[in-house]
């Protein structure tokens, strides 16, 4: 699996549907074929940055992408 933010393959499996990348520490959460993408706040709260990688539309299938990986 890819970040789609920088591309890193440096990902770890945070949950059963949830990862994290360290190159650009952001969560990804996949829930069978659907992505979302998140920013860790200082906090531990966690921001969506669905709008900036998908925009208005739906989100698009990721097939290269599943939850066992």
């Known amino acids: 699996?890819?970040?789609p933010n920088c591309s890193?393959?440096?990902i770890g499996k945070i949950g059963s549907?949830?990862?994290y990348c360290w190159?650009?520490?952001i969560e990804l959460t996949v829930n069978g074929e659907k992505m979302s993408v998140y920013q860790v706040e200082e906090d531990?709260?966690?921001s969506s940055l669905?709008?900036?990688f998908f925009g208005d539309e739906?989100?698009?299938d990721f097939p290269q992408i599943h939850a066992s990986s």
């Open 1 to 3: 699996m890819k970040c």
């Open 8 to 10: 890193s393959k440096d």
């Open 17 to 19: 549907h949830q990862f």
């Open 23 to 25: 190159g650009c520490f």
């Open 44 to 46: 531990g709260t966690l």
């Open 50 to 52: 669905d709008d900036l």
């Open 58 to 60: 739906m989100q698009p």
